[in-house]
T-cell receptor, first 115, second 108 residues
Framework: ETGVTQTPRHLVMGMTNKKSLKCEQH?????MYWYKQSAKKPLELMFV???????ENNSVPSRFSPECPNSSHLFLHLHTLQPEDSALYLC??????????????FGPGTRLTVL | QKEVEQNSGPLSVPEGAIASLNCTYS??????FFWYRQYSGKSPELIMS????GDKEDGRFTAQLNKASQYVSLLIRDSQPSDSATYLC????????FGAGTTVTVRA
């Protein structure tokens, strides 16, 4: 596997379910990100991890819970979601060392539908 | 005011023409600027980055940056049907902020 991978690619869940999204980066990067992309809206940054420490939490509801066990893996744990949470969830990674030229590379995303 | 604004589109251009995409941003402290391309149902992929005022060319793509006017643009020369996608402008100060994207359709 190369680049940034995400599983599952598609997920349908009920509002009472608990599920997790997984992201893995094979680029040797130190920073990882979760974004939400809804139709016709800009990408919304949800969480940022740098060297496994959370450095940004953009007022995301507590029903979304991130976990970063090491610099290559990032999870997003989901519970009691709402239909408006249906979106494409994108993971990205970057070197995290050179702020000016720090480029983010995206995974393929998980298309989430909440019924 | 939105942090990053792009012309809403959709933008339709004939094959072989130049597609011109515009982006303005509100934070004068922004230092890094990126253009991503996103095909329908796919994730964004980086096509250009620019950090200094002026033009930067990469193949058929040219990015232009004017920090005084808080403006960054992307030109696609000799547009091909494979260029049909949504183009996202992203601007970074301490975090990356995205515009809503401009959808480009290249007519064969």
């Amino acid at each position: 596997e190369t680049g940034v991978t995400q599983t599952p690619r598609h997920l349908v869940m009920g509002m009472t379910n608990k599920k997790s999204l997984k992201c893995e980066q094979h680029l040797g990067h130190n920073a990882m990100y979760w974004y939400k992309q809804s139709a016709k809206k800009p990408l919304e940054l949800m969480f940022v991890y740098s060297l496994e420490e959370r450095v940004e939490n953009n007022s995301v509801p507590s029903r979304f819970s991130p976990e970063c066990p090491n610099s290559s893996h990032l999870f997003l744990h989901l519970h009691t979601l709402q239909p408006e949470d249906s979106a494409l969830y994108l993971c990205a990674s970057s070197q995290g060392r050179a702020p000016l030229e720090d480029t983010q590379y995206f995974g393929p995303g998980t298309r989430l539908t909440v019924l | 005011q939105k942090e990053v604004e792009q012309n809403s589109g959709p933008l339709s251009v004939p094959e072989g023409a130049i597609a011109s995409l515009n982006c303005t941003y509100s934070d004068r402290g922004s230092q890094s600027f990126f253009w991503y391309r996103q095909y329908s149902g796919k994730s964004p992929e980086l096509i250009m980055s620019i950090y200094s005022n002026g033009d930067k060319e990469d193949g058929r793509f040219t990015a232009q940056l004017n920090k005084a006017s808080q403006y960054v643009s992307l030109l696609i020369r000799d547009s091909q049907p494979s260029d049909s996608a949504t183009y996202l402008c992203a601007v970074k100060d301490y975090k990356l902020s995205f515009g809503a994207g401009t959808t480009v359709t290249v007519r064969a």
